[in-house]
């Protein structure tokens, strides 16, 4: 298993760079723009900022390795994460700072945001050091990360995205010149909720309207929409690979079954730095995350 790469040499012209929380979150909210990313020749670099050790174990024959008792999940999750990479066809994959500097600091109020190694308690500025080191590196032109919620409130993802932005400013030429969000525009919500409404993996279940839900996006303030439907399967298999984390019968695997290339391949994001390229459609979604970008020029 090699975890920590370096950037090939020449870099090819087109350099993404992916921020994540923790083992997992790669694959459900931006599997598919990875792997639409690497089937066109770019450099996607993805960096995960901590080992997942607080996760849940949806495995029975494995719930000895939770933090409670054998305290192993971190290293099972990290090999499942390297197989998740595979399946997408990430190569250079990295823990930020290396396996286990920071740890998964659990969901917000916990003891566990305390544990002196909790992600959510890093120095700010020693943390961004970390990637402003893989910024130099590979010179990303584009990054994507969380929102400044961390998409749904988790410690973890708040504190990636203030490390990744941190970063950005830090490594000034070397730092990306468009970053990005991910998101979800409401509309897809609202369909979501209708599509799934009789289905008894219903992920809506208890969710009365889109307003109820701690993420959703305005279709105007969406930037990009990204379709990489044709590696839906890709998604779905490193999904697979996530086996703790996302049991057999998740609602995703549902929705991968039911709908298919139409919901697990296409993935949306907001604009934050960076001049929007030419798009498409009522709202001029982005169709490329490089568009208006001289390919050339870094």
């Not at 120095?123 to 969380?146: K, W």
């Not at 203030?162 to 525009?185: F, H």
Request: charged share 25%; glycine share 10%.
């Amino acid at each position: 298993m090699t975890v920590e790469q370096t950037a090939p040499d020449p870099l090819p012209a087109r350099r993404l760079l992916l921020v994540h929380a923790h083992p997992d979150d790669e694959v459900i909210g931006t599997g598919a723009t990875m792997a639409h990313y690497v089937s066109t020749g770019a450099h996607v670099t993805l960096v995960t900022c901590t080992l997942g050790e607080e996760g849940e174990i949806h495995v029975p024959a494995l719930a000895q390795l939770a933090a409670g008792q054998a305290d192993q999940l971190g290293g099972w999750r990290l090999v499942e994460w390297e197989r998740a990479c595979d399946a997408l066809g990430v190569t250079d994959r990295r823990m930020l700072g290396g396996p286990g500097r920071y740890r998964d600091s659990g969901m917000m109020g916990l003891e566990t945001n305390k544990h002196p190694r909790a992600f959510w308690s890093a120095d700010l500025d020693e943390a961004a050091a970390h990637l402003v080191e893989i910024m130099r590196e590979i010179r990303p032109q584009v990054m994507i990360t969380y929102d400044e919620n961390g998409f749904y409130g988790h410690p973890d993802h708040i504190q990636a995205h203030r490390v990744a932005m941190r970063a950005a400013e830090l490594a000034g030429p070397d730092g990306p010149a468009k970053i990005y969000w991910t998101a979800q525009p409401l509309s897809v919500l609202r369909d979501g909720m209708e599509a799934f409404k009789e289905s008894e993996s219903n992920p809506f279940a208890d969710v009365d309207t889109v307003d109820d839900l701690p993420f959703g996006t305005p279709d105007e303030e969406i930037a990009a929409r990204i379709d990489g439907t044709e590696h839906y399967a890709k998604k779905t298999a490193a999904m697979r690979a996530h086996a703790t984390q996302i049991p057999d019968n998740s609602w995703l695997y549902g929705m991968a079954g039911d709908f298919g290339g139409e919901f697990m391949g296409v993935e949306y994001y907001t604009l934050v730095k960076g001049e929007r390229g030419p798009g498409e459609g009522p709202h001029k979604w982005e169709t490329d995350l490089f568009a208006g970008l001289d390919r050339d020029d870094r």
